[in-house]
């Protein structure tokens, strides 16, 4: 299981308010010692892929020394506009 986190969020387009773009980084032993190394801005998709794989995401914030790491991440499913009908929290479970 490798450890990843999220230090910005911004949405795809002035259109639609959700982020769905993540600055993504791994914890990873590079030239013998322990360094957060950049992936660059990622999809929900690959936070998603990475999360479906195993691996850790944590929030994190960038602080002039490093990284300092914050709570998991966790993806759900939701409706995209506040209708009324079929909600999802309210679906059968069979």
């Given at each position: ?61 960038q602080v002039p020394n490093g990284i300092r790491t914050g709570e998991a ?22």
């Amino acid at each position: 299981m490798n450890k990843f986190c999220i230090t910005a969020a911004r949405p795809k387009d002035v259109e639609h308010q959700l982020n769905t773009e993540f600055k993504l980084w791994e914890w990873r032993l590079r030239e013998r010692e322990w360094k957060w190394v950049p992936h660059g801005w990622k999809r929900i998709s690959a936070v998603a892929a990475l999360l479906e794989a195993g691996d850790e995401v944590l929030t994190a914030r960038q602080v002039p020394n490093g990284i300092r790491t914050g709570e998991a991440v966790e993806l759900e499913l939701r409706i995209a506009h506040n209708g009324k009908n079929y909600k999802i929290s309210e679906m059968p479970d069979e």
